[in-house]
């Protein structure tokens, strides 16, 4: 009998064994395009990979899988609706790896959308791992409160000291947990991701551990590479550019792809991001360092050429934040006033301030903000007195900016939770014009019919976003899929006279009305 329950225990012990698998590294998202983005994370053990998602309040589910047994886990996630919150948890298939009310996303706009606010988060120097970043996380997490994120930009010096995987781990992917599974993150590279290289290997964990759109992926042209590479978000164009792996030629690979990029944008908003900052008397000096004067000699020019709004960068230790300037390509000695766009602080009169930062929409060389953002993990104060900067803090802190149609505002969220810095870029639009050009004013139809409505619009600066029609001021038409003639069948199902009007809204918000006609249905 005892040989028996021997047996019985060996064979028990022998049989497979249910645990629990744990994540290394992640969740964190990629690649965000208007419905789709990718997942990535690592587990401890090969498994396979199931999330399942939806939107925020909603019952229905979708499933995405992948049944190679794997512990790098990269994922597409797909046919989601614009600008809207989900919920997703992470599984294999038997079993729930992580889930929660932590685990959600924002997905990005349609590429010329308007009327909606739009929030980023941009951070330099931040890989240091310590208390520093983690007070400069918290107080951003603190003045966010419920407000959701769009993307993370990461400025270089991600992971230090040396960019390799467990600095990364430790001084990243532990540190932003949190953000980095609610919000893509976009990262460029500083000194230390490369470990002072300036031709690192393929096999660089950066280049590993990100998956960046070197192609047409994120609506801009390719770039061949995930040094340098441009997106859009929404009415925005993104260009990350890499001051320290690259050549910074006027004449190189990565100038040329910039201004072909820029050449080919449309739309009216254009960011900049890059580690070196082009302007800067921190523990770093602009007049001195090559790939910051190289940056600011041969970068800027296309840049501005192109209608550039905000560049932001990192590497002095310290928050810097320049006047409105263009052409301003020499040493900080070489400044003239000419060169000064505008002078004030960039901020609105009810703020106390001198007033807004103004250009007209699609326009170039008239003027940008160069902000430097290299405190989010440490300070090394400088004499922070470069004649282009409006101010110089060596403060702790990271940078929140939103784009609002045609407002762009920027705030410096220093580490004792108070804001440093702020400023807003306002973009004057020229108003267009819109009229309804059928039927004829005082038609008379009889019942059945359809009625083809149509409308002419304009816009002398930006593109048409939508047109919509409007019987006795009901709207009938609310999505956006007109393209010239902009028309709508309507079949009206009563007798009686209607009052008909169109209007039209360009992609940074402002919208117009028509005449109205009329219309009687017998």
Known sequence: MKRFAFLALCLLSLAPTAFAITITRGPYFQLMRPHTVW????????????????????????????????????????????????????????????????????????????????????????????????????AFVNYMGSNLIGAIFLLGNNALPDGKYGAYDKNMFQIYKNQLRNAPVFPTLGEADTNGSTNPASDLPYFVLFTLPKGTEGGGQPSGTEKYYSFNYGIIHFVVLDSQADSRSSTGPMMTWLKNDLDKNILPWLIAVFHHAPYSKGNHDSDSETPMKEMRQNALPILEDHGVDLVLSAHSNSYERSFFLNGHYGTSDTLQPSMIINGGDGRRGSQGGDGAYRKHVNTTNTGAVYAVIGSSGKVVSGPLNHPAMYTGLARLGSMEFEVNNNILDAYFIQSDNT?????????????????????????????????????????????IHRVMFFINGVQLNRNRDFVKPYTFDWTPTTAGKYTVLAKSLDELGALLTSSSIQVTIK
């Open 39 to 138: 997942l990535r994370y690592s587990t401890d053990v090969a498994c396979d990979t199931l999330i399942k998602y939806k939107k925020s309040g909603s019952t229905d589910e979708l499933t995405v899988s992948n049944g190679s047994q794997v512990t790098d886990h990269q994922i597409q996630l797909t046919d989601m609706s614009t600008f809207v919150k989900y919920t997703y948890s992470i599984n294999t298939s038997s079993q729930t790896i992580a889930s929660g009310s932590g685990y959600f996303l924002w997905t990005g706009p349609d590429d010329d959308h308007p009327g909606v606010r739009m929030r980023f988060w941009a951070l330099g120097d931040s890989g240091t791992g310590d208390s520093n970043a983690q007070d400069v996380r918290d």
């Open 419 to 463: 804001v440093g810095d702020f400023f807003e870029i306002v973009k004057d639009n020229t108003p267009g014009q819109v009229h309804m050009t059928a039927p004829a004013d005082n038609s008379t139809f009889t019942r059945p019919t359809t009625i083809t409505l149509q409308a002419d619009a304009t816009d002398p600066d930006t593109r």
